[in-house]
């Protein structure tokens, strides 16, 4: 199921953000909804040529740099063991190249330690 943890800092930043994988996660027709087919172009080539492997769609917190914000966006995950790729979606807010975390990290403000709380809702 997938969560959603509410981001707080000392600075007063906020962040409501979702993350992990839903019912949905692993069903083709729901990925092609998240991603466009330039982004899917590499996952394409490998379903025809039989390497997708164990595919899956994971909600990640994500940092950009420009925007100095965290955005939780879609990453797809597919290929066979040892050699997995992976699709990550730009920015929502300016396009840009995002870098993704596995756990909240630091605040995108200031730098200070973020704190996590399990919101009490699934996204799926
Ligand atoms: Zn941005
Ligand atoms: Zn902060």
Request: net charge neutral; with cysteine; proline share 4%.
């Amino acid at each position: 199921m997938g969560q959603t943890l509410d981001l707080s800092c000392r600075c007063g930043y906020r962040k409501a953000v979702q993350v992990g994988s839903g019912l949905l996660s692993i069903q083709e027709t729901a990925i092609r909804g998240l991603f466009t087919q330039e982004e899917l172009a590499g996952f394409d080539k490998a379903l025809k040529a039989g390497e997708a492997g164990m595919f899956i769609h994971t909600q990640k917190i994500a940092h950009c740099k420009a925007c100095a914000d965290l955005f939780s966006v879609p990453e797809l995950s597919y290929g066979n063991d040892g050699q997995k790729k992976y699709v990550l979606k730009p920015c929502p807010n300016c396009g840009g190249q995002l870098a993704p975390r596995d756990s909240a990290g630091v605040c995108p403000k200031c730098g200070g330690e973020l704190s996590a709380a399990e919101a009490n809702s699934l996204w799926d």
